[in-house]
């Protein structure tokens, strides 16, 4: 019996974390990785005890994930098309919310990039230019737009490796393994990657604005705590820390 | 097979064969003196050298990944001496996938002879030493021949296991159509454009593959048990 | 005369191997003594297969091992027959016996076709060795170390994994190649039947070093080794048929000493053979009276030694030049008074033909 009441003790804590019902698990793109981060502590300092875990990825994972049952309760898409999928096919708990609009730079770790222009990509020095794969990811299609958009692209695709997301994007050009990359803005301020290089804003008009945008999902349709940091994002707190990481929000004038 | 599988389809298919083919040639002439010094020797640090193979049975292939991406960046041990030889940077490559896939499946070649080459024993090179035969010749006439189910075995592993190989590729190759963009990438890519219907053509080929060359090891295995 | 010079000093954890021989580059010589003795180890230092740091080896004037050189076991020109046979798997016999003949230049005594009719295995050529018995594939092992044109042949108990059978089919062979080559060999063998019939030359050995080396005879009749064959105690003699008794079917052994009756069995006269007679067959008597013993002969009493049990002695006598061991009571010996020096009537009940 005293082994029983023993293994009884040891496993408690396992079983006590299914137990606590203020928890809620986010998804987020990566371009969302410095920001969010930011967000989620500032939340828990006004909330304290609120249990927020955050994985990041790629929208297009999640999306595909969420479609199988993923236990996500918050989804914060790059596209704003994946979250409207998913109400469209009945598995959110809420409106899809616009929440920003992001922006690609040219960034590179060894090169002054600020000096740059898309036009800089076809010298013949830049061999390995990262971007993010334009099949699924959406920083990946706006890159390619913009480079078609400057009648660049044809010329410029040979030298192309595509990252899965836009993280691994940025770490192909933080290596140095490729000298230059078209990543997210959120990313190229934050403080690991604007101490190296610089960066230069890709101009809005030579692609699709990129409009992000998150829902809450079905699972977490009777979650407290999962409206309340849905509520949060809308508020100026959190605004203010989107601004900061170069998102542009709705509602707002573009190009700070 | 161009009915069901895109150009692209059947160019990754192409790729990944062409690395496993590879890959299993180098690990050949790179895994066969490693396997043989392990089974034959009685050095100290055996133990430790015979550890380091079978390192990426255990290692996650980010780790692997993670590592050889710096290493063979410009600023990593292996970037400078591939720099200053002239062969540009490795990552992105289709040499530098080779180069990371021989790391990965290094302990599928090296296992299976080892085990292979410790099954002969000594007595049939000792007795190959009384017949007059120096011992490189003696390796290549009697423990090759002795051996020869073991460098099956380890050839197939080595070529199924490089097929199946994901984690490293997606890391250090930068999904290089023709290049870097394997079957495995391939499927993910599909998967995560959405394209399930693509994604399932592919991956039937990939498994119907894998259990055909599986189903050939494992039947042919027992009869050999039979002749000896 | 030409000579083989083995001087190996080997310390294993296990086993310290410290001999110093200089025996005969001619004819068979056996290694005898128990399992643990030594004599594998010293026959794989001689090939080269186990490197003892302190060594010389000289063979006929060539040196294999000295304290500057060290051949390698491939460029040593030996053949090695091992316990059990290890013919290679993967090649016929034919390939086997061709095996280590294609990597010799020098022009051979030993033609592989010799070694296959030497053997008697030109039936067997293109078999795999797992279709052949025991008895076949050792007989093949042999060949194949001939085949090299070897200048010394070390064979490690070539019989000791057969049963009794396979060990008479093989053994006609041996003699045959005793009798018909030239090439000196190196016998391990913890049999004493077999070194009976096959050495010319022993070595005794014992906790790796060498207890005896001498003539086989010779060393045979010596009493002061602890080894003594135990039942097979004995003496080996050399001798010719001399005559036959067809109505008795019996033949006359003559040696340098006498002569011995023995049973006819078929041999031509003048047919050398080689005989043993036992200890334990042999018995003493001062005064000739009528016996069923129909073997007496002439002796001296040579030496006299203590047995393994307590109520026995062991006695060597000396017959013209050959040398006989009686085994018998100490209550015998002393109502015989028997001393060194003494002549007596020596009937020996039993002759073992060898060969």
């Not at chain 1, 410029?156 to 990359?181: D, H, M, S």
């Not at chain 3, 093989?170 to 190196?186: G, T």
Request: hydrophobic share 50%; charged share 20%; net charge neutral.
């Amino acid at each position: 019996m005293r082994v029983f009441r023993l293994l009884f003790l040891v496993c408690w804590p396992w079983f006590a974390t299914f137990a606590n019902a203020e928890k809620v698990t986010i998804a987020a793109a990566a371009d969302l990785k410095f920001a969010m981060d930011e967000i989620v502590s500032a939340f828990k300092s006004t909330n304290p005890g609120a249990d927020v875990g955050v994985v990041y990825g790629s929208s297009g994972n999640f999306y595909t994930q969420l479609k199988q049952g993923a236990p996500y309760d918050l989804f914060f898409s790059a596209d704003i098309a994946y979250p409207r999928d998913l109400v469209n096919s009945g598995l959110a708990a809420s409106e899809v919310k616009p929440y920003a609009f992001g922006r690609i730079v040219l960034w590179s770790a060894s090169l002054d990039a600020s000096r740059m222009t898309l036009e800089s990509l076809t010298d013949p020095k830049i061999t390995r230019i990262a971007i993010a794969n334009p099949k699924h990811a959406p920083y990946g299609q706006r890159a390619e737009e913009a480079l078609r958009s400057a009648g660049l692209w044809e010329k410029i695709e040979p030298k192309l490796v595509y990252g899965e997301n836009i993280a691994q994007t940025a770490q192909f050009v933080q290596t140095g393994n490729a000298q230059v990359g078209i990543i997210a803005l959120s990313l190229a301020v934050s403080p690991e990657l604007a101490s190296k290089g610089g960066y230069w804003l890709v101009p809005e008009n030579l692609h699709q604005p990129l409009e992000q945008g998150y829902v809450i999902t079905k699972r977490a349709e009777n979650n407290a705590l999962a409206r309340r940091f849905a509520d949060y994002i809308a508020g100026k707190d959190a605004r203010a820390i989107m601004i900061k990481y170069g998102f542009v929000l709705p509602g707002e004038i573009a190009g700070s | 097979m161009d009915i069901l599988l895109s150009d692209s389809d059947v160019r990754s298919l192409w790729l990944t064969a062409r690395l496993a083919g590879t890959v299993t040639i180098i690990l050949l002439l790179v895994g066969t003196p490693i396997a043989w010094w392990l089974a034959r020797t009685r050095a100290r640090w055996k133990g430790a050298i015979g550890a380091v193979v079978a390192l990426p049975l255990v290692l996650p292939p980010s780790v692997l990944g993670f590592y050889l991406l710096l290493a063979m960046g410009p600023s990593g041990p292996v970037g400078k001496v591939t720099q200053v030889l002239g062969l540009g940077l490795l990552p992105f490559t289709f040499w530098g996938l080779v180069v990371a896939s021989a790391f990965y499946s290094l302990p599928f070649m090296v296992q299976p002879l080892q085990t292979a080459f410790e099954a002969i024993g000594e007595r049939p090179l000792e007795v190959a030493a009384t017949l007059r035969a120096s011992p490189l010749d003696a390796f290549f006439t009697v423990a090759v021949p002795l051996a020869l189910p073991g460098f099956l075995t380890a050839s197939i592993l080595t070529f199924t296991h490089t097929v199946g190989e994901f984690g490293v590729v997606l890391m250090i190759g930068g999904n290089l159509p023709g290049v870097t963009r394997v079957a495995s990438v391939q499927i993910y890519d599909h998967v995560q454009a959405l394209e399930y219907a693509e994604a399932h053509r592919l991956a039937a080929v990939m498994l119907i593959f894998s259990f055909l060359v599986l189903l050939a090891l494992y039947a042919w295995r027992p009869n050999l048990k039979k002749a000896s | 005369m030409e000579n083989i010079q083995a001087c190996f000093r080997l310390n294993l954890p296990s086993f310290r191997l410290d001999v110093d021989l200089d025996v005969p580059a001619r004819g068979v010589t056996a290694f005898f003594g128990p399992s643990g003795s030594g004599k594998t180890t010293l026959l794989r230092c001689t090939a080269g297969l186990e490197r003892a740091p302190e060594g010389r080896l000289t063979v006929a004037g060539e040196v294999w091992q000295d304290a500057h050189h060290w051949i390698p076991t491939h460029k040593r020109p030996l053949g090695y027959v091992f316990q059990e046979a290890s013919l290679f798997p993967h090649i016929t016999v034919l390939g086997n016996l061709r095996y280590g003949r294609r990597r010799i230049s020098d022009a051979a005594r030993v033609s592989v076709d010799q070694a296959i009719e030497l053997l008697g295995i030109g039936h067997l050529l293109e078999r795999r060795p797992e279709r052949l018995s025991g008895g076949e594939r050792q007989r093949v092992a042999i060949a194949r170390a001939l085949a090299v044109n070897p200048r010394l042949l070390l064979m490690d108990e070539p019989l000791a994994a057969l049963d009794l059978k396979r060990k008479q089919e093989i053994l006609p062979y041996l003699e045959r190649l005793h009798a018909e080559l030239e090439i000196p060999v190196f016998y391990v063998s913890h049999s004493p039947d077999e070194v009976g019939r096959l050495a010319d030359h022993l070595v005794v050995m014992e906790a790796g070093r060498v207890l005896a080396s001498g003539p086989l005879a010779e060393t045979l009749a010596r009493l002061d080794l602890p080894i003594r064959l135990g039942e097979d105690a004995g003496a080996i003699l050399d001798a010719t048929v001399g005559t036959v008794d067809k109505p008795w079917h019996l033949m006359r052994l003559d040696f340098s000493g006498g002569s011995l009756w023995a049973r006819d069995s078929g041999l031509p006269i003048g047919h050398r053979v080689r005989v043993r007679v036992l200890a334990r067959d042999v018995s003493l008597a001062d005064q000739l009276g009528h016996s069923s013993i129909q073997n007496v002969l002439d002796g001296r009493v040579d030496a006299i030694s203590e047995d393994e049990h307590p109520g026995l002695a062991l006695v060597r006598l000396q017959v013209g030049e050959a040398m006989f061991l009686a085994r018998l009571t100490k209550r015998a010996a002393s109502s015989l008074g028997l001393k060194v020096g003494k002549k007596l009537w020596v009937q020996v009940k039993s002759v073992a033909l060898l060969q």
